[in-house]
T-cell receptor
Framework: EAQVTQNPRYLITVTGKKLTVTCSQN?????MSWYRQDPGLGLRQIYY???????DKGDVPEGYKVSRKEKRNFPLILESPSPNQTSLYFC??????????????FGQGTRLTVV | KQEVTQIPAALSVPEGENLVLNCSFT??????LQWFRQDPGKGLTSLLL?????REQTSGRLNASLDKSSGRSTLYIAASQPGDSATYLC?????????????FGKGTKLSVIP
């Protein structure tokens, strides 16, 4: 089944403790991205990657890191989480920015709470 | 910078009614427009994708239209059912300021009353 898989689905952590949220897709998509969703603010892009070893900042990249060493994986890293990073996070993928008329697929989300 | 607006923010209708959700965007130079459904605390499910060269797409009881020149899209839901209750999100794909991304509206929360 074609899908985007995020792990974990739920995470509670303490301020300053490094964490990684994994994202994997099995559709051979070139483009992957991370969003956060907050009440009243909607979905905002954190980082995106157009292909392996190519990553760029989205609208709200502060406090986050990403890497794209393999085509299928795009982990989101919080080096020193803070309470304002408490949010619902989504990973998405799409075939390619060379073929922009393509559908975006989203993972099931990771609910992160930083205390 | 692209901005996407969805009106209304919330909508409550009786079962069986036909309804229209509206989406507007400020920059008409988009590549495509996608409608999603989100259930509370859940992920986004893609409903319809309209390519920039298309004017509408249909899937079952759903019909989405796109008017790029006026910066508008509508999602028509026929014969609404309680299972249609969810938040509906409109998103446009563009490359404004060199950043490739989907820009989302804040959604319309739909409640279908049995």
């Amino acid at each position: 089944e074609a899908q985007v898989t995020q792990n974990p689905r739920y995470l509670i952590t303490v301020t300053g403790k490094k964490l990684t949220v994994t994202c994997s897709q099995n559709m051979n998509h070139e483009y992957m991205s991370w969003y956060r969703q907050d009440p009243g603010l909607g979905l905002r892009q954190i980082y995106y990657s157009m292909n392996v070893e190519v990553t760029d900042k989205g609208d709200v990249p502060e406090g986050y890191k990403v890497s794209r060493k393999e085509k299928r994986n795009f982990p989101l890293i919080l080096e020193s989480p803070s309470p304002n990073q408490t949010s619902l996070y989504f990973c998405a993928s799409s075939l390619s920015v060379s073929y922009l008329n393509t559908e975006a697929f989203f993972g099931q989300g990771t609910r992160l709470t930083v205390v | 910078k692209q901005e996407v607006t969805q009106i209304p923010a919330a909508l409550s209708v009786p079962e069986g009614e036909n309804l229209v959700l509206n989406c507007s965007f400020t920059d008409s130079a988009i590549y495509n427009l996608q409608w999603f459904r989100q259930d509370p605390g859940k992920g986004l499910t893609s409903l319809l994708l309209i390519q920039s060269s298309q004017r509408e797409q249909t899937s079952g009881r759903l019909n989405a239209s796109l008017d790029k020149s006026s910066g508008r899209s509508t999602l028509y839901i026929a014969a609404s059912q309680p299972g249609d209750s969810a938040t509906y999100l409109c998103a446009v794909w563009d490359s404004g300021a060199g950043s490739y991304q989907l820009t989302f509206g804040k959604g319309t929360k739909l409640s279908v009353i049995p």
